[in-house]
């Protein structure tokens, strides 16, 4: 058998991955046990959450998610009554989302445990490591 000196546990995107699926699973159980949403669904919440009404290109634009995936989210969200939808008065295929008070009351809900959980991930590191860890994680972030 041929060796391969490929060494995939140091592979920067393998890293990343592993890192990412390790650092999310605790976070994914709160909201999905809480709220039965998926990824997509908590992360379509937040940027509301965050930035107010918004459309689904915009909330794409700035989650680098692909917008069948949005859409698909904003449906369970809006079938949840966490959101409303509403047609722009200008431009019929415009969609403006917005959070419910139901949905603003999930989104502070898991913000705060979003917060402490970030807290302790934060812990694991050094304020040096940390901060690093954070700027090179967004320069590469601005790559795709």
Same mark, same amino acid.
């Given at each position: 058998?041929?060796?391969?000196?490929?060494? @995939?546990?140091? +592979?920067?995107?393998?890293?990343?991955?592993?890192? /990412?699926?390790?650092?999310?699973?605790? +976070?994914?159980?709160?909201?999905?046990?809480?709220?039965?949403? @998926?990824?997509?669904?908590?992360? &379509?919440?937040?940027? %509301?959450?965050?930035?107010?009404?918004?459309?689904?290109? =915009?909330?794409?634009?700035?989650?680098?998610?692909?917008?069948? !995936?949005?859409?698909?989210? &904003?449906? !369970? @969200? /809006?079938?949840? $009554?966490? %959101?409303?939808?509403?047609?722009?008065?200008?431009?019929?295929? %415009? =969609?403006?989302? =917005? @959070?419910?008070?139901?949905?603003? !009351?999930?989104?502070?809900?898991? $913000?705060?445990?979003?917060?402490?959980?970030?807290?302790? %991930?934060?812990? !694991?590191?050094?304020?040096? =490591?940390?901060? &690093?860890? $954070?700027?090179?994680?967004?320069?590469?972030?601005?790559?795709?």
């Amino acid at each position: 058998m041929q060796h391969d000196d490929f060494d @995939l546990q140091d +592979f920067l995107p393998y890293l990343l991955n592993q890192a /990412a699926e390790a650092s999310s699973l605790e +976070f994914q159980q709160v909201y999905k046990d809480r709220y039965g949403m @998926l990824r997509t669904e908590w992360r &379509v919440l937040f940027h %509301l959450g965050i930035y107010g009404r918004m459309s689904a290109k =915009e909330i794409g634009q700035r989650s680098k998610m692909h917008k069948t !995936k949005i859409s698909r989210a &904003v449906q !369970k @969200l /809006a079938e949840r $009554r966490f %959101l409303t939808r509403t047609t722009d008065d200008q431009d019929r295929r %415009l =969609e403006w989302l =917005e @959070l419910t008070t139901q949905g603003g !009351k999930a989104y502070r809900d898991l $913000r705060a445990i979003a917060m402490q959980y970030d807290a302790g %991930l934060s812990q !694991k590191l050094t304020d040096r =490591e940390n901060a &690093v860890l $954070r700027q090179a994680l967004r320069k590469l972030a601005q790559q795709g």
